[in-house]
């Protein structure tokens, strides 16, 4: 790693988080497993005198404000650099191009992710000279740049453009810097979602669960909806004011990246008995936590710390076999090392990359190899199969994804069903989608999405799955079709097509659509 160590201080801390800290500063021999347990019975409380790992200090970094993508001020240069660059035109607040559209549309509040799935940053980055473009702006903007490699610079660039972490002094990178649990917390957050999603309740109740266990602090609106992916739990106490405040390790980040961009689903597929010498600094240390008759995730990993040997958690290991599978580490993790900033921000970048099955042996170009779907012809969207076998095909929908978009299935398979009982796997968000509403022959709203590379429209009635993975709703719709069932039916018990003989056929033509939404 490339972080730096400067100045001695002076603490009294609780004498496991001294523990942590002395393994991950010292070296996994700096303490014994007698010597820990004899610090652990000895006191609660302990001075410690170290040296202090060089993370991003809390007065370095800039407002943590919450702002729409299209209204950032910050690092004016680089970012009018980058738009020009990658053709985005218009003024603070009005930007158009490929920053400031999503599957819906345009928009001013998209965010880093959801730019990377789009797929067109991502062909355009591909080619050499686009991408030694985007690297010389953000070198000229830095002072510290010569010490940069350009990974190093273009994850810097992201940095900058989509505010992730932004800086106090604009001039610095601050990529070798070690960053803190708050601090990645907070840049995988801002990367991963809309500023809306600050408006959900599961927000508020992470950001109010937080500022319970580790206090006040810059990172707490950014950070709150990450908080279910970190390692250290605020549950039993694990991420509190002093761990909140310390470097992460490579380790935890890869677990919290992994699980946030794949999930339990991803994570399925891991065999870790097949993997049990893949590595060459570490092996799978099974539950530390019980073995160990551990009271708190904090406990297992400095446990795992102190005792290299034993391997590392579980848990982790898994997502480092997930992390070597998709080639973003080799044979050595460096599992427990702290972390860098434009480290934690290309290990994402190269992850959500993963997500399209992209890699740099292919050119950055997306997999379109896959076979035909066994999808079938479905009575309620003449253009289903056809639209479903386009994006599997192309690798932007699994069969799983598409299933629940044909209309077939209303009335059937959702028969006795709520909302929650219907699995959506989300289609990709690279998959161009353009909506408008449309009435029917009896004056009822529905939609009509058009699948812009597919050339083809799909028309959804209330009670409906939108490409989106959002239900469609109409008040007048569902208050017509509970009298026409006389209150003895759900949404989800009435078919496709008795919504169309009850509500009426859509007044446009899939061409009409087509020819207004272009």
Known sequence: MSGK????????????????????????????????????????????????????????????DWIELGNLTTYSDLRASWDKIVGVTGTTGNKTGMFYKNWEGPTQDNYLTEVILSTEFVDFVSNEDNYNKLV???????????????????????????????????????????????????????????VSVQESDDYKAYLSQLETTAGESIYNQAVAFSLPYSYLLTEDGSLNSKTYDSAISRGEAIYTIINMLYGEEGLATVNIDESSNVFTDTKNGGDILTEQGLKSKAEEISYAIQNPDKGCPEDIYKTLVKAQELGLIGSETAWDEAITLSDAITLYYNTALSKLEITTSSGNSKDTT?????????????????????????????????????????????????????????IDASVETRKMKVTTTKGYPIEAWYYVEAGTVQFIYTGEVTPGGAWYTDPDSLDVLDAAFNYEKSLLDITHEQKIQILGEPTMTAEEVIAALQ
């Open 5 to 64: 160590y400067m100045k001695i201080k002076r603490v009294i801390i609780p004498t496991l988080t001294m523990v942590m800290l002395s393994s991950m500063l010292f070296g996994c021999a700096s303490a014994t497993k007698q010597d820990t347990y004899n610090m652990l019975q000895e006191s609660t409380e302990i001075e410690l005198e170290y040296a202090e790992l060089d993370t991003v200090d809390n007065k370095e970094i800039s407002s943590l």
């Open 136 to 194: 010389d702006a953000v070198r000229d903007n830095f002072t510290d740049s010569d010490d940069l490699t350009d990974e190093q610079l273009f994850s810097m660039g992201l940095n900058a453009y989509f505010s992730l972490l932004p800086m106090e002094d604009e001039a610095e990178s601050y990529a070798n810097d070690y960053i803190t649990r708050a601090q990645f917390l907070a840049l995988i957050t801002r990367a991963t979602n809309p």
């Open 370 to 426: 896959t076979e035909t779907s066994k999808i079938p012809e479905s009575k309620g969207w003449t253009d289903y199969k056809k639209t479903a076998d386009y994006y599997i095909a192309s690798g932007q929908a699994t069969e799983s994804a598409m299933h629940v978009l044909n209309p077939d299935i209303y009335g059937t398979e959702t028969a006795g069903k709520g909302t929650g009982d219907v699995p959506f796997d989300f």
